[in-house]
């Protein structure tokens, strides 16, 4: 049985006096992340867009690597999942856009923000009367479903493509 699973990080943005800190933070031997698409073992300069991952980390940490993220490069814009667990368990999705926010839930192995249906029905029937989906989506329903950080997030991932 292994308490591991693959795990993706995408750097899009971050302000060039954080480059190096987000370096470092790939760079923890305690992570063990790979260089995404260099040969180099520990590349100069950090690779906007890139994917950086490893095919086996301990489950969680996706949880660190987010709060090391946020601490040691605020500017930073990222997405990065961790994948499901074999036991069925499912993966772990952090996106952060500074100023906009933070959206965290479950996924899927590429990443894909997994909503469960009974939560998302519990959510729902307990929206007051009268509430419009703007509304809602405005408050509660942006926790839920991360709309407000996810688009502040696709132009990064279209200019990436």
Known sequence: MSDRSPFQLHVYAVHEDEQDAVLRVIADEQLGLDWGDTEEPEPISLTLGSCYGAHEMPLGSSHRLAAALQAQAPTAVF????????????????????????????????????????????????????????????????????????????PYEKSRR
Do not use: F, M, R
Not at 96 to 122: F, N, Q, R, S
């Open 79 to 154: 997405k990065l999942w961790q994948d499901p667990h074999w036991n069925g368990a499912d993966g772990h999705l952090v996106a952060h856009v500074p100023g906009v926010g933070t959206y965290e839930i479950d996924c899927t192995a590429d990443g894909v923000p997994h909503v469960g249906v009974a939560g998302l029905a519990k959510q729902l029937s307990g929206v007051p009367a009268g509430t419009s989906v703007q509304d809602w989506l405005a408050g509660a329903g942006d926790q839920v479903l991360g709309v407000t950080v996810l688009a502040a997030l696709e």
